[in-house]
């Protein structure tokens, strides 16, 4: 393995999902729904597999479902995207945030990342022998996430590229409002940076919160690619179809990485993203609702277990402080063991930190799964603790 590698090992999903099989614990692990999107886009990929929509797509994307995601950015945010320039479907968002980070770094260049942060962010800065530099999130006395924008400007210096965010935030659930946005925005102009956002989980949404996409913020589309896909907002995580939008010059630049990566991907999944993406208002409200249900029912098992947690804004993810049930606060162990002691998977934070020591006590669960796998994981872990 190269060096750039070094360190990464197994990806803690596919790590607590094999843990999972293996002990047959409920797995509140690995973000993935257990049940299935709407009919009308699992019809349209039958369909189109049976229509003989079976080889490579073009190298865009399918030219009908760049329409549908230039019309999806304009009916929910306003954006007017160019459907031939300024947007390239990928193999998921994962592919297009990797073909963003290698088509736009040079070695040596820093990229301010938040942080916790997904996993694939510091594996594709490493792979594009970059620099990642933390700015830590941390819950204020309601909960909720925060970054000290002072920290956000020291971490800017002559080396930085890029600021990569995400929001709604996995794993912390957080949704950046507008005014974290725009200090965002105007360090960016300031510093005449480029942002890569990821938005995968745009729909899911609660509580009245609302998803500001950063690229809708004044001077801020010309320096922004937008990230998203349809694995959560369609139930269909295994499809890996995603996208990007952002100004010709850095769609440009992302492409021509991607292009050698996958050149394209799952051309009958690609009509179907079109179908779900068109989908009536109702579809998006129904499936924010049942997630919000699905939030609480996990918030309110795991306080009755005794954990301390927030309630999330958004995502399929909730985090607990585990120093209160296991007074050593070692979330790794607690993951590994949990299985064995309480029949259910969970992830330790410490994986989406650069400094582990700030997730050590912080483990995730996941609430995307049907309510009586949800409350039955919450009876295991009432029982355990
Ligand atoms: N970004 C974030 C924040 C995620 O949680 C995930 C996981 N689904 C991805 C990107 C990857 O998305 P995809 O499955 O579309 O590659
Ligand atoms: N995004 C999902 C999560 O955070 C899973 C992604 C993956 O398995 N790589 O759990």
Redesign the pocket.
């Given at each position: 393995m190269t060096h750039k590698l070094a360190g990464f090992g197994t990806t803690i999903f596919a790590e607590m999902s094999a843990l999972a099989l293996e002990t047959g614990a409920i797995n509140l692990g690995q973000?993935?729904p257990d049940t299935d999107g709407p009919s009308e886009v699992l019809d349209a990929a039958i369909a189109a597999i049976r229509g003989g929509v079976n080889q490579y797509s073009p190298g865009l994307g399918d030219p009908d479902l760049r329409r549908a995601i230039a019309e999806h950015q304009q009916r929910w945010y306003g954006l007017t995207v160019d459907p031939e320039t300024e947007i390239v479907v990928?193999?998921?968002?994962?592919?297009?945030?990797a073909g963003a980070l290698l088509g736009m770094l040079d070695a040596g260049d820093e990229v301010v990342v938040f942080e916790p942060?997904?996993d694939?962010y510091r594996a594709g800065i490493a792979l594009a022998g970059a620099t990642p530099v933390p700015v830590l999130l941390s819950p204020a006395e309601s909960g909720r996430y925060e970054f000290d924008a002072d920290a956000l400007r020291a971490a800017v210096t002559d080396r930085t590229k890029m600021i990569l965010l995400?929001t709604p935030?996995?794993?912390t659930g957080k949704v950046f409002d507008r005014d974290e946005l725009q200090i965002i925005a105007d360090l960016a102009i300031e510093r005449d940076l480029i942002v890569v956002t990821?938005e995968?989980?745009e729909h899911l949404v609660f509580d009245g919160s609302t998803h500001v996409p950063l690229a809708t913020l004044p001077g801020m589309f010309e320096r922004t690619l937008t990230?998203?896909?349809?694995?959560?907002t369609f139930h269909t995580?295994g499809w890996?179809?995603?996208w990007m939008s952002g100004p010709p010059n850095l769609v440009t630049a992302a492409k021509t990485a991607k292009q050698f990566l996958t050149y394209v991907n799952g051309a009958p999944f690609q009509p179907a993203m079109a179908t779900g993406l068109r989908l009536p208002d109702d579809h998006f409200e129904r499936l924010r609702l049942e997630l919000q249900t699905a939030r609480d029912h996990l918030v309110d098992g795991l306080e009755r277990a005794g954990f301390v947690t927030h309630r999330p804004e958004a995502?399929?993810f909730v985090t607990v402080d585990i120093r209160a049930n296991r007074p050593d606060g070692d979330g790794a162990n607690f993951c590994r063991e949990l299985p064995h002691t309480a029949g259910v998977v969970a992830v330790p934070s410490e994986a989406f930190y650069i400094n582990a020591e700030h997730g050590r006590h912080l483990v995730r669960f996941a609430c995307c799964k049907r309510l009586d796998v949800i409350d039955a994981a919450a009876q295991q872990l009432a029982t355990a603790f």
């Open positions: 973000g993935f990928t193999a998921g968002a994962t592919e297009a945030l942060m997904y694939s995400n935030h996995n794993p990821d995968v989980y990230i998203s896909s349809g694995g959560k995580t890996k179809i995603g995502t399929y």
